[in-house]
């Protein structure tokens, strides 16, 4: 149990467009789930707490208004990159620990190329 | 804001053997620690978590010490398998309430045959 998928596995855009990527719990309620940014050979940051229902929690010095985040649904939260620049390049991976629990379940990550 | 230190030094081992990976922290001491495993390109996979008043957790080959006054977690992998090369990543919650996490740099095992 406790699976997470993430859709797209890989995008490349265009600078100065927007991508959206979404974060599902498969088997389970999600109320809170997390948004992370792994560059190459670096450890996960935590860029946002995306909460059911309600606004987003973003950590400093991440842009709200850049990484827009809906959670509309106990199963799905999104995360658009707005105006991606070529520095947003990276791969973006989600996580929701199922209630009650501490550990979280990751999906499988998203790589972001923008051109 | 909590450090996290892993060595990032990758770790070496011959198959067989056991695997041991460091983990300090410093300020506060959280409630629990958690350790995740994360493969080339992909999401990390929780592996164990250990509460603040338990000395030592075991699943199957693995095994966790969280020493509070050091400030320091252990993980090792005994027996150790090619299969088991991956990044090995601590965790630790914030000092107010919730479940975010802050992870460490993690640290490379590569076992060899």
């Known amino acids: 149990g406790a699976v997470v998928s993430q859709h797209p596995s890989w995008v490349i855009c265009k600078s100065g467009t927007s991508v959206k990527i979404e974060c599902r719990s498969l088997?389970?309620?999600?109320?809170?789930m997390f948004w992370y940014r792994q560059f190459p050979k670096q450890s996960l940051m935590l860029m946002a707490t995306?909460?059911?229902?309600?606004?987003?929690?973003?950590e400093q010095g991440v842009e709200k208004d850049k990484f827009l985040i809906n959670h509309a649904s106990l199963t799905l939260s999104t995360l658009t990159v707005t105006s991606a620049h070529p520095e947003d390049s990276s791969f973006y991976i989600c996580s929701a620990p199922p209630a009650g629990t501490y550990e979280q379940y990751f999906g499988p990550g998203t790589r972001l190329t923008v051109t | 804001s909590q450090k996290i230190e892993q060595n990032s030094e990758a770790l070496n081992i011959q198959e067989g053997k056991t695997a041991t990976l460091t983990c300090n922290y410093t300020?506060?001491?959280?409630?629990?620690l958690q350790w995740y495993r994360q493969d080339p390109g992909r999401g990390p996979v929780f592996l164990l978590l250990?509460?603040?008043?338990?000395k030592e957790k075991r699943k199957e080959r693995l095994k966790v010490t969280f020493d509070t006054t050091l400030k320091q977690s252990l993980f090792h992998i005994t027996a150790s398998q090619p299969a088991d090369s991956a990044t090995y990543l601590c965790?630790?919650?914030?000092?107010?309430?919730?479940?975010?996490?802050?992870f460490g740099g993690g640290t490379r095992v590569l076992v060899k045959p």
């Open positions: 300020n506060y001491s959280p409630a629990y």
């Open positions: 250990i509460r603040e008043n338990e």
């Open positions: 088997d389970f309620q999600a109320t809170t």
């Open positions: 995306s909460n059911e229902g309600s606004k987003a929690t973003y």
């Open positions: 965790a630790l919650p914030p000092p107010a309430a919730g479940n975010k996490l802050t």
